[in-house]
Nanobody
Framework: QVQLVESGGGLVQAGGSLRLSCAAS????????MGWFRQAPGKEREFVAT????????RYADSVKGRFTISRDYVKNMVYLQMNSVKPEDTAVYYC???????????????WGQGTQVTVSS
């Protein structure tokens, strides 16, 4: 059984930084891409960033490009989202997910974590 567990969310002031972590377990993820998505109240789930497990290729949503960085540690089976220069509009529940290819479409992701709340105060 695949498990993805996010941590690191919380309250941060606008302009500050936060690092989210995702612990992956239950299978070998070498053929997967890992993604971060977010969902704000009343809005659809949206793509934030994705990274290939092998090679570390990345892709970002335009709204976070230059501010957020996705990374992975395949020895520890961890995926991270470093969030810098955060804005109030970054407030959302952030989800870690795994897919069999390098997708930005959330419907293509097979496994999901439970989410972690990020709140950015102005």
């Amino acid at each position: 059984q695949v498990q993805l567990v996010e941590s690191g969310g919380g309250l941060v002031q606008a302009g500050g930084s936060l690092r989210l972590s995702c612990a992956a377990s239950g299978r070998t993820f070498s053929s997967y891409a890992m993604g971060w998505f977010r969902q704000a109240p009343g809005k659809e789930r949206e793509f934030v960033a994705t990274i290939t497990w092998v090679g570390g290729s990345t892709r970002y949503a335009d709204s976070v490009k230059g501010r957020f960085t996705i990374s992975r540690d395949y020895v520890k089976n961890m995926v991270y989202l470093q969030m810098n220069s955060v804005k109030p509009e970054d407030t959302a529940v952030y989800y870690c997910a795994a897919a069999r290819a390098f997708y930005s479409d959330y419907s293509r992701y097979d496994y999901w974590g439970q989410g972690t709340q990020v709140t950015v105060s102005s």
